[in-house]
């Protein structure tokens, strides 16, 4: 099992930027693929951005696509999402997610993945 924690979330002014950052303690996140999703007041939860096990393949909803960008670092065992000109629509609480060990790609399906962070809140103001 893993534990996965985010960070970095925040209220901010549209048009502003924040970093997400998400840490995967417990088991190597190293060889599976991982996503960002996102859940709006009253809304499903939504895919955000995914990242293969070594970063060769990323994907992104096509309401972030050019403005959020999502990388990792797997020395590190962390998961980032830059996001950039941000929107009073993109206010939802963001969580991290990882598949199972060995499922290298990313999957847009959130129950593809096993373990998923707590939540992280950005609220972004108009």
């Known amino acids: 099992q893993v534990q996965l924690v985010e960070s970095g979330g925040g209220s901010v002014q549209a048009g502003d930027s924040l970093r997400l950052s998400c840490v995967a303690r417990g088991r190597t996140q190293s060889t599976s693929g991982m996503a960002w999703f996102r859940q709006a007041p009253g809304k499903a939860r939504e895919f955000v951005a995914g990242?293969?096990?070594?970063?060769?393949?990323?994907g992104y909803a096509d309401s972030v696509k050019g403005r959020f960008t999502i990388s990792r670092n797997n020395a590190q065992n962390t998961v980032l999402l830059q996001m950039g000109s941000l929107k009073p629509e993109d206010t939802a609480v963001y969580y991290c997610?990882?598949?199972?060990?060995?499922?290298?790609?990313?999957?847009?399906?959130?129950?593809?993945?096993?373990?998923w962070g707590q939540g992280t809140q950005v609220t972004v103001s108009s």
């Open positions: 990242i293969s096990w070594n970063g060769g393949d990323t």
């Open positions: 997610a990882i598949r199972w060990a060995l499922l290298r790609g990313y999957s847009t399906e959130e129950q593809e993945y096993t373990d």
